[in-house]
C-alpha cells in the first residue's frame, strides 16, 4: 500500500490512503462527496473490520485457540468498536455537514448511522450472552428492524431518488441514465430491500447453517449490495449536479436564438 514506487497503481493507492486519513479525521474539515461515499463503502465492511481482531487476537494466543477471541470473550468490545467505527465516522460527517448547510436531512441521515451503531451493540451483547432468545435478542431485533426499514427508506428516496410520480416507469424517476436495462433497477430494488435485512439469517435455528458460515454469506452480500448501490448512487449524484450546472455539456442561454429574424437581417 504504500510502496513509494511507480507500480502497481501507485496514484491509486496513495488516492486511498489519503481519503482513508480523511475518514479518520472526519468533522475537522468539509465534508465532499467522496468523502462520504468512502465512508459508505467501509459501512459494508463490517465483516472484514470486526475480524481484523479475531485475527490479531488468534495470532497472539495461537490458532488453535482462536475460539477464545471470539463473541463470548470478555474483549469482545474490541470487534464491535471496528465493527461501528464507519459508522461512527458517517455521523460525524453529518453533524458536520448540517453545521455547514443547516439542512435538517444531513442530521436524518446521521440518525440512521446511529440507529446502526445501536443495533450492533444489542447484537455484540446478545451474541456475548450465547446467543439466547432473552432480552437482549429482542433488542437486538428490534433495532435491526428499525435500521432495515431507515436504511432501505434513505436508498430509496434519497441516495437513488426512486419512487417518483408521474413517471414513465413506475416506482423509478424521470430521469435514467441506464435505460437499456431496465429491469436492472427493479432488480436492485428487491435485492437491496431483501440484503438490509441479511440479519435474520443470525437468528439461532436447528437447521441453519454453521454461524460462522452465516457470517460468510451476509458479508458476501453485503458488499454486492453495496457493488449494485454505488451504480445507481453515482447515476443519482451525476444527475443532480447536471440539474444544478455543476456538470454540463452547454449552459442555457438567457436569451431566445431567433433564427428568422436572423434570415430577415440578411435579406436586408
Known amino acids: 500500500m504504500i510502496n513509494p514506487f511507480n507500480l502497481f497503481f501507485k496514484s491509486s493507492r496513495y488516492w486511498l490512503i489519503k481519503s482513508i486519513t480523511k475518514l479518520l479525521t472526519s468533522g475537522t474539515r468539509r465534508v465532499e462527496f467522496a ?5 459508505d463503502q467501509f459501512c459494508s465492511l463490517v465483516f472484514t473490520l470486526s475480524n481484523l481482531y479475531l485475527f490479531a487476537c488468534s495470532y497472539t494466543i495461537g490458532f488453535e485457540n482462536w475460539r477464545k477471541c471470539g463473541s463470548t470473550a470478555r474483549t469482545w468490545p474490541a470487534a464491535f468498536i471496528l465493527a461501528m467505527l464507519p459508522f461512527l465516522i458517517r455521523v460525524i460527517q453529518s453533524v458536520k455537514r448540517y453545521v455547514d448547510s443547516k439542512l435538517n436531512t444531513h442530521l436524518i441521515n446521521g440518525g440512521k448511522y446511529l440507529c446502526g451503531i445501536i443495533y450492533y451493540l444489542c447484537y455484540y451483547i446478545w451474541r456475548h450472552q450465547g446467543s439466547l432468545r432473552n432480552t437482549s435478542f ?8 428499525l435500521y432495515s426499514v431507515y436504511a432501505s427508506a434513505w436508498d430509496f428516496w434519497m441516495d437513488w431518488s426512486l419512487f417518483r410520480p408521474h413517471v414513465k416507469y413506475p416506482f423509478l424517476r424521470a430521469e435514467l441514465l ?6 436492472l433497477y427493479y432488480f436492485a430494488i428487491i435485492s437491496n430491500a431483501l440484503i438490509r435485512f441479511i440479519w435474520v439469517i443470525y437468528i439461532p435455528s436447528a437447521s441453519a447453517p454453521n454461524m460462522y458460515l452465516r457470517f460468510f454469506i451476509a458479508g458476501f452480500l453485503e458488499m454486492l449490495r453495496r457493488w449494485q448501490w454505488n451504480f445507481i448512487r453515482l447515476e443519482n449524484e451525476h444527475l443532480g449536479n447536471m440539474d444544478q450546472y455543476r456538470v454540463t455539456r452547454e449552459v442555457p442561454l438567457p436569451y431566445s436564438f ?10 436586408d
Open 258 to 267: 431567433d433564427d428568422n429574424h436572423l434570415r430577415d437581417t440578411d435579406d
Open 178 to 183: 441506464y435505460t437499456d436495462h431496465i429491469p
Open 35 to 39: 468523502d462520504f461515499w468512502m465512508g
Open 138 to 145: 429482542a433488542f437486538w431485533c428490534l433495532f435491526g428492524t
